[in-house]
């Protein structure tokens, strides 16, 4: 029987993916997005985060979801504060009852 096998990957990863399949240069993404080729190599390698306007600059470069490249981002913040404080997983089953309590409070 055939296994599934999910594939996962941090946003720089995904943004040097989408840039290296479109052939284009460190110089000419970071050219287009305003920002300093040194700085996109950096979020390419996770040394830097990036913001979420360039989330959005990128987005529409590549013209690919912004909601999903957020996401990504968000998840590797949360998946990054997990091993910096060797939390256990269960603290994601308690974040995710504590996001829907809160929005409750939120919406009255």
Known sequence: M????????????HLRALRTETELSLREVASHLLIDPSLLAKIERNERQPT????KGVACYFKVDERELQNEFLSDQIAYKIL??????????????????LKTQRNG
């Open 52 to 55: 979420k306007q360039l989330i």
């Open 2 to 13: 055939p296994t599934l096998k999910l594939t996962f990957r941090s946003f720089g990863e």
């Open 84 to 101: 910096s404080e060797e939390a256990d997983l269960e603290i994601l089953k308690a974040a995710e009852q504590k996001v829907c309590y």
